[in-house]
């Protein structure tokens, strides 16, 4: 496992002080902690008060406000219900006492049932495209004052097809993106929901722009996750190619609502999301 991948673990695994009582830290950049940090530290608390036979299967959560970097989290874990097939827990994310996120999870015990699936979207395979690693550094090479070099490579993302972030035209709100840890992960699932929950905040906010001439990039849009739904499966690791595939049903009232699934390469459905998102626009920057 890389240093960075490392890293990035102990900053999603968050560290237990009481039996339902958990801390987290944050990366000191971006400015904001990034949404699906805390939403993958609040999912990794919940699953810790639960038996492992029994497997997160899903979550619904909401972003209430920033949250500051510079300062720890504390995740409160509420035991709200220890059923016979099904467990509940509702997690508070905090700093200074004051909610900046909350999550209900529901864990289930596996049993056999009734199964089907959508079919994986046929798309270029992840070995023939771009890394956003590799775009990123040539970007920031050719256009020095829109973009930075990126400082760590632990998330892998291969976009299918990648929008002109300088010439943003409006087109399909659909987009496939190839994701995976750059990492072994080992085999707890645990590990790999936690780090899957983390991924499916990337991009799904950018879906919901495709229809229009914005991306995250641009200086006169406001933009944040409201809230984010998500939903495990079937059995998946993190750590191998994943692909994300998003749109965006609709936009108004400055929220964009977008959905996303995410396949194995071997074209199994492991996890679904969604998420409506804040897209305000300015006349000035």
Known sequence: ????????????????????????????????????QVLAQALNAAIRTVPSERKAHSLHGYFLRPGNPQKQIVYEVDPIRD????????????????????????FHCEEPGLSHQFQRPEVTPPEELETDFDFLTRMATEHPGEFQPPRIHTIERRPVIRRNYLDPQPTKPEQH????????????PCRHQTMLAFMSDFALLGAALLPHPYTGHS??????????GLWFHRPFRA?????????????????????????????????????????RVSEKP
């Open 83 to 106: 059923g016979r097939s099904f467990t509940t827990r509702r997690v508070v994310a905090k700093q200074d006492g004051i909610a900046i996120f909350n999550t209900s999870v529901s």
């Open 1 to 36: 496992m890389s240093e960075g991948l490392e890293k990035l673990l102990r900053y999603l695994e968050v560290e237990q002080i009481d039996k339902y009582l958990f801390i987290g830290n944050s990366p000191k950049s971006p400015t904001r902690v990034f949404g699906g």
């Open 219 to 228: 200086k006169n849009l406001s933009a944040a996750s409201l809230d984010h």
């Open 177 to 188: 993106i190839w994701f995976r840890a750059l990492g072994d992960l080992g085999d707890d």
């Open 239 to 279: 750590d191998d190619y994943l692909l994300y595939s998003m749109d965006s049903p609709s936009a108004s009232g400055a929220r964009g609502f977008s959905r996303g699934s995410f396949y194995t390469r071997e074209g199994e459905l492991v996890a679904s999301a969604v998420q409506e998102s804040l897209l």
